[in-house]
């Protein structure tokens, strides 16, 4: 019993971390739809891990599935709240502490000091779509054009700012509009990018804004996918199946593409040695 525990100690950990946040904010902000959005997205986070924990390949695609469908339909779409980075930008405008601001705090700012770019791999409704297609593994050497995300960073900034600097009317109805123009956009880039560039995450390396706020905060994640240097036979499996094109050989927190893991775990799955 001790062991299975031990065992799950993980997807334990991060429920944990998801329901002190939910009960938190449910007190703090007398709201009980923090409490249902935080355990639920917990509940979907530790399902996932726990699934991938006990072997089953299909894991991370039913929390990617629960959280992503969440965000996208029932928050952004029902809801009517741009979830996008262009959302965290109207509240910050706005001077309000909820909705995107906190879903960016919680999930992308100060969650991946935690673990890192795990939002990447389990809850990125963007990724959920992209996962799906044909090139999970990389064909080609990664390019050195990710600098487009900062454009597109910036670009997301200036909309927003145009928005208020202009005091264009009915802003709310915009920003919702907005939001169902930039999934769009995103999924025929990210579509487009997967096929050209025969790489399923092609979008997130190359143009995705949120990752300027993941980067920085990932390089001091406490959860991190290590190599048993005693164990690994350098046999370069690990390597050559990460969608992200990290070096999971190298425990540095320096190691190439460090910041890009997003906790897919496919290294782990694909080493015959147990080394990671």
Same mark, same amino acid.
């Given at each position: 019993?001790?062991?299975?525990?031990?065992?799950?100690?993980?997807?334990?950990?991060?429920?944990?971390?998801?329901?002190?946040?939910?009960?938190?904010?449910?007190?703090?902000?007398?709201?009980?739809?923090?409490?249902?959005?935080?355990?639920?997205?917990?509940?979907?986070?530790?399902?996932?891990?726990?699934?991938?924990?006990?072997?089953?390949?299909?894991?991370?695609?039913?929390?990617?599935?629960?959280?992503?469908?969440?965000?996208?339909?029932?928050?952004?779409?029902?809801?009517?709240?741009?979830?996008?980075?262009?959302?965290?930008?109207?509240?910050?405008?706005?001077?309000?502490?909820?909705?995107?601001?906190?879903?960016?705090?919680?999930?992308?700012?100060?969650?991946? #000091?935690?673990?890192? !770019?795990?939002? *990447?791999? +389990?809850? =990125?409704?963007?990724?959920?779509? &992209?996962?799906?297609?044909? /090139?999970?593994?990389?064909?080609?050497?990664?390019?050195?054009?990710?600098?487009?995300?900062?454009?597109?960073?910036?670009?997301?900034?200036?909309?927003?700012?145009?928005?208020?600097?202009?005091?264009?009317?009915?802003?709310?109805?915009?920003?919702?509009?907005?939001?169902?123009?930039?999934?769009?956009?995103?999924?025929?880039?990210?579509?487009?990018?997967?096929?050209? #560039?025969?790489?399923? !995450?092609?979008? *997130?390396? +190359?143009? =995705?804004?949120?990752?300027?706020? &993941?980067?920085?905060?990932? /390089?001091?994640?406490?959860?991190?996918?290590?190599?048993?240097?005693?164990?690994?036979?350098?046999?370069?499996?690990?390597?050559?199946?990460?969608?992200?094109?990290?070096?999971?050989?190298?425990?540095?927190?320096?190691?190439?593409?460090?910041?890009?893991?997003i906790l897919c775990f496919e290294c782990r799955k694909n080493c015959p040695k147990g080394a990671l």
């Amino acid at each position: 019993m001790r062991n299975s525990i031990k065992k799950y100690t993980v997807p334990i950990i991060l429920a944990a971390i998801f329901e002190i946040i939910a009960v938190s904010l449910w007190i703090s902000k007398d709201n009980l739809f923090y409490l249902f959005n935080f355990s639920f997205i917990g509940i979907s986070v530790a399902l996932g891990t726990g699934l991938i924990i006990a072997g089953n390949k299909h894991g991370r695609r039913v929390t990617q599935l629960l959280v992503g469908l969440y965000i996208l339909v029932y928050l952004g779409i029902i809801g009517g709240e741009n979830m996008q980075i262009e959302g965290f930008w109207y509240y910050l405008y706005m001077g309000v502490f909820e909705a995107a601001t906190i879903h960016y705090a919680a999930a992308k700012i100060f969650g991946p #000091l935690i673990f890192g !770019r795990g939002w *990447c791999g +389990y809850a =990125c409704w963007t990724a959920m779509v &992209l996962d799906f297609l044909p /090139y999970e593994v990389p064909v080609n050497p990664r390019k050195k054009t990710g600098w487009l995300r900062y454009v597109a960073f910036v670009l997301s900034l200036i909309f927003v700012s145009a928005l208020f600097l202009s005091e264009a009317g009915n802003i709310e109805r915009i920003m919702f509009y907005a939001f169902i123009a930039g999934n769009v956009l995103y999924y025929l880039l990210g579509i487009i990018l997967a096929f050209s #560039l025969k790489d399923n !995450r092609a979008f *997130c390396k +190359y143009l =995705c804004p949120v990752t300027v706020f &993941l980067k920085p905060m990932s /390089y001091f994640s406490l959860i991190r996918v290590k190599c048993n240097e005693e164990k690994c036979i350098s046999c370069g499996r690990c390597r050559k199946v990460c969608p992200m094109d990290v070096d999971m050989t190298d425990n540095s927190r320096k190691r190439k593409n460090g910041t890009e893991c997003i906790l897919c775990f496919e290294c782990r799955k694909n080493c015959p040695k147990g080394a990671l």
